[in-house]
């Protein structure tokens, strides 16, 4: 199928929390495709003020990287979809990044995200690359080939959290990327509601959403599968199997 007609993937982020397991599955049940778990990091370069008050917040209530770990793995006990652990080179740099990757294959993660670990730095992990609008065709390039999986499009320069609109500047990144490789594009940051997963959708293969899940998972797992399928039903409305 082309990228037209093809089903798109939904993503949600979540922080790692007790709740958390819970949380994911309803998030699944709600319709998301893939389940993004946030290690908390004690400098989040790449988030807002919700991701990284939810990151104090874990890290306040002692969720280390092996109680994420630990997480992970129970939410794996109730879900079947890839769950896809985002983090940083400092976390992985102190657990060990040869020890990460096969703890975390454990746990039941498919693949990781490091949002500061440059492409050509530990290609051994494998892991999903970031490309921006400010990124160059041959940045893109060079991802698009060490990506596992898909590529994730940051659709705004600065960092996560809700915006009243989808980034201007999301059309050309994914015209750009389509013309210099054939992996899955999915494009995350400031999207929050339906009509942005929507027209998101009618670009990209993929949504990823994660600070407005962030802030609507704090009400509870069923607030979260109710916003969940809004973002499925809007998606599947726009681009259509």
Request: with cysteine.
């Amino acid at each position: 199928m082309s990228s037209a007609t093809a089903a798109k993937s939904l993503v949600i982020y979540l922080v790692c929390e007790p709740e958390t397991p819970e949380l994911a599955e309803a998030a699944v049940e709600g319709g998301a495709d893939i389940v993004e778990l946030g290690i908390p990091f004690s400098d989040p370069l790449a988030e807002g003020p919700t991701i990284r008050l939810a990151s104090e917040r874990a890290l306040a209530r002692g969720m280390r990287t092996k109680q994420c770990l630990e997480c992970i793995a129970a939410v794996r006990e109730r879900v079947d979809v890839p769950l896809v652990p985002m983090t940083y080179a400092a976390i992985l740099e102190a657990y060990g990044y040869e020890r990460f990757v096969e703890d975390s294959r454990a746990a039941g993660a498919t693949s990781a995200i490091v949002v500061d670990l440059p492409v050509e730095e530990h290609r051994d992990v494998a892991r999903i690359q970031l490309v921006a609008p400010t990124s160059t065709d041959e940045r893109i390039s060079v991802c698009a080939e060490h990506t596992d999986g898909w590529l994730y499009l940051v659709s705004l320069t600065g960092t996560t959290g809700a915006r009243d609109e989808v980034s201007p500047a999301l059309a050309g990144l994914v015209e750009r990327a389509r013309a210099l490789t054939g992996v899955p594009l999915y494009a995350g940051f400031g999207i929050s509601t339906p009509a942005h997963a929507a027209s998101v959708a009618e670009l990209a293969d993929g949504v990823v959403v994660g600070s407005r899940a962030v802030q609507v998972a704090v009400e509870g797992p069923d607030a979260l599968r109710e916003y969940v399928a809004g973002l499925r039903a809007a998606i599947d409305a726009a681009v259509p199997a």
